[in-house]
């Protein structure tokens, strides 16, 4: 049997937020992340495979600042 490889993180929040995760992080369900996602009212996830998407935590991040700032400049 072959060896896995292991891949070197890269520099930065590369990790990946599943629904549920970012769902907590937010505050909010996961229908409501599928509701933004539909209006564009978030960044673009990743599909990790067939079934399954994900957001990187440095876009969901740059995402939470950019609305703040929105918000302070209203």
Do not use: C, F
Request: hydrophobic share 45%; net charge positive.
């Amino acid at each position: 049997m072959g060896r896995m490889k292991t891949i070197a993180p890269a520099p930065g929040n590369n990790r990946l937020l599943r629904p549920r995760a970012l769902a907590e992080i937010l505050g909010i369900t996961v229908t409501t992340i599928w509701r933004m996602r539909q209006r564009g009212d978030l960044p673009e996830p990743i599909r990790i495979s067939p079934g399954a998407v994900g957001w990187r935590e440095a876009d969901i991040e740059a995402w939470i600042t950019a609305r703040a700032a929105e918000r302070r400049s209203a």
